[in-house]
């Protein structure tokens, strides 16, 4: 029997998929069959989770269970009738819908519209759709409290920003990582253990925009990545600290270990590699294959010193193909025909934007700026 069930409710769902109505009472049949908790009387929720709301068989199945009492859709119909009179699409009340099922069945009056007038007085209106999760939290126990923790950071970070660009930040953080609203404890534990460790002003509100789940970590985790990082040499306090856990926060040990064996394959020694990333922790942030490449070129094809890698390891952060190559072609055809100094610093003709460079070793060489330009744009073949 439960073989002809499975293959019942298979043949509903490609019905469903070419316009066939769930109100197929063979469907419904196989679905109250098929379901120990689902009876009859909720398969008008059945229907329209389905028909109304797009919802797929499987998830309208077991919302449906979880809701097996419902009875009428007056909740369901109140709440989608309550976002879109928020001006959003169906499409977009649809997507809420499926991604948070619960919501269908909250107050509007006591539960949904005082969030929503919360988020719309600090401009989060689109947080509602993009993080609807936030709706299912308490407004004065979980909502309140983070948020005004957040914006704390935020506002005190030491940069003069409008209302509207903190509120913009804001919505970043929000958006980005879901459980921080039910976590305000431990983001004030993790923002008061940072400052401790120097890591205040703008590192912290850049920290908790660009690393937003390190906030959300138990502290003592938090330590040992602080711990990780001071075990190569890098000091609380110091400006690359807040740079330095946002990249550890973010790799395991394992995919660390595999790092340090790239960069042993050119005989770089445990201090140079410590010394490298006090000085550009993000070396460790590239993946092995690009890591290997970019040490591959410097040092075996444009043959640069190793010394000037462990100085310099902020180079590793251009792009080969897209700044290096082409700079290194006008760099060339300059020091060959004597218009710079043999001595000129790469690291000096990598760091400028495009329009400065171009501005600085192009433009000021008339007599000689087409052949920059060629070299530039890959096609300059002879620099003799």
Same mark, same amino acid.
């Given at each position: ?19 066939? =109505? ?9 679905a109250? =069959?098929?379901?120990?908790h689902?009876s009859?009387k ?9 028909g109304?709301l797009?919802?797929?068989?499987? %998830? ?11 009875? $009428?859709?007056?909740?369901?119909q109140?709440?989608? $009738?309550?976002?879109?009179?928020l001006?959003?699409?169906?499409a977009?009340?649809q997507?809420?819908? !499926?991604?948070v ?6 107050d509007v009056? %006591?539960?949904?519209k005082?969030?929503v007038?919360?988020f /719309?007085?600090? +401009?989060? $209106? ?6 609807p ?6 407004l004065?126990? #979980? ?15 030491g !940069?003069y ?7 913009g930040?804001?919505?970043r953080?929000?958006?980005?990582? =879901? ?21 205040? +002003?703008s590192?912290?509100? &850049?920290?908790?925009? $660009?690393?937003t789940r390190?906030? #959300? ?11 990780r990082?001071? +075990?190569?040499?890098? @000091?609380t306090?110091?400006?690359m600290?807040?740079h330095?856990? *946002?990249?550890l +926060?973010c &790799? ?24 490298m990333?006090?000085?550009?922790p993000?070396?460790? *942030? ?7 490449c ?6 075996? @094809?444009? %043959?640069?010193? %190793?010394?000037?890698?462990? /100085?310099?390891?902020?180079?590793l952060?251009?792009?080969?193909k ?20 043999k001595?000129?610093r790469l690291i000096? #003709? ?6 400065k ?8 060489? #008339? ?10 744009? *890959?096609k300059?073949?002879d620099?003799?």
């Amino acid at each position: 029997m439960s073989k002809l069930m499975h293959a019942l409710l298979f043949k509903s769902r490609l019905f469903q998929n070419h316009g066939v =109505s769930f109100c197929n009472p063979l469907v419904r049949y196989v679905a109250s =069959s098929s379901t120990p908790h689902l009876s009859a009387k909720n398969s008008v929720l059945l229907d329209y989770l389905v028909g109304s709301l797009k919802f797929s068989t499987d %998830k309208a199945l077991s919302v449906s269970s979880s809701y097996s009492r419902t009875k $009428s859709l007056e909740r369901p119909q109140e709440v989608i $009738s309550f976002f879109k009179g928020l001006g959003l699409s169906d499409a977009r009340v649809q997507s809420i819908a !499926r991604a948070v099922p619960s919501i269908l069945f909250a107050d509007v009056e %006591k539960t949904l519209k005082p969030k929503v007038t919360l988020f /719309q007085e600090l +401009g989060l $209106s689109t947080l509602i759709s993009r993080n609807p999760f936030a709706l299912t939290f308490s407004l004065e126990r #979980t909502l309140r409290p983070s948020i005004s923790l957040i914006k704390k950071v935020l506002v005190s970070d030491g !940069r003069y920003r409008s209302e509207e660009q903190v509120n913009g930040d804001l919505l970043r953080v929000l958006t980005r990582c =879901s459980t921080i609203f039910y976590m305000t404890s431990r983001l004030e534990a993790n923002i008061v253990y940072l400052e401790s460790c120097g890591i205040v +002003g703008s590192q912290l509100s &850049s920290l908790l925009l $660009s690393r937003t789940r390190l906030f #959300t970590m138990p502290v003592e985790k938090l330590k040992e990545l602080v711990s990780r990082a001071v +075990g190569m040499n890098l @000091d609380t306090g110091s400006r690359m600290l807040a740079h330095a856990i *946002g990249v550890l +926060g973010c &790799s395991s040990a394992k995919t660390l270990n595999g790092k340090y064996e790239v960069l042993r394959l050119f005989e770089f020694s445990k201090d140079e590699i410590d010394s490298m990333f006090v000085k550009w922790p993000y070396m460790f *942030g590239l993946s092995e294959t690009n890591l290997r490449c970019k040490i591959e070129f410097f040092l075996n @094809d444009i %043959k640069i010193e %190793k010394a000037l890698l462990v /100085q310099q390891p902020n180079l590793l952060s251009f792009s080969i193909k897209e700044r290096v190559i082409p700079r290194c072609k006008v760099l060339e055809i300059l020091k060959s025909r004597r218009l710079v100094s043999k001595d000129l610093r790469l690291i000096t #003709t990598m760091s400028p934007s495009n329009r400065k460079f171009y501005d600085k070793y192009i433009l000021p060489f #008339t007599n000689d700026a087409e052949d920059l330009l060629l070299a530039y744009n *890959g096609k300059f073949l002879d620099t003799s």
